[in-house]
Nanobody, 126 residues
């Protein structure tokens, strides 16, 4: 089992920045592929960014490319999402997810992830 705890959400004005953190426990963190998803009211949960368990591969959705950065610190068992130039349409609950399969590459669909955090709210005001 893997436990994931997100933090860092909040209310920010458009154009501002936030950094989300996700602390993992229960498995060897360096073996976990990690991702951030988000879900806005009335919408499907969507991929935001992902990073491979080897750390060398990343993926970003088109809507956040160039503004968000995913990174991981295996020494701290933590994955981060640095969010810059935030827009009102970024408002959502952000979820951290972990994939323990150690498959090669970056996983970008919800079904690829076995473990989920409880979510953290990000609200961007205009």
């Amino acid at each position: 089992q893997v436990q994931l705890v997100e933090s860092g959400g909040g209310l920010v004005q458009a154009g501002g920045s936030l950094r989300l953190s996700c602390a993992a426990s229960g498995r060897i963190f360096s073996f976990l592929g990690m991702a951030w998803f988000r879900q806005a009211p009335g919408k499907e949960r969507e991929i935001v960014a992902a990073i491979s368990w080897l750390g060398g591969l990343t993926y970003y959705s088109d809507s956040v490319k160039g503004r968000f950065t995913i990174s991981r610190d295996n020494g701290k068992n933590t994955v981060y999402l640095q969010m810059n130039s935030l827009k009102p349409e970024d408002t959502a609950v952000y979820y951290c997810a972990a994939d323990g399969s150690r498959r090669v590459g970056v996983r970008i669909t919800k079904g690829d992830y076995d473990y989920w955090g409880q979510g953290t709210q990000v609200t961007v005001s205009s």
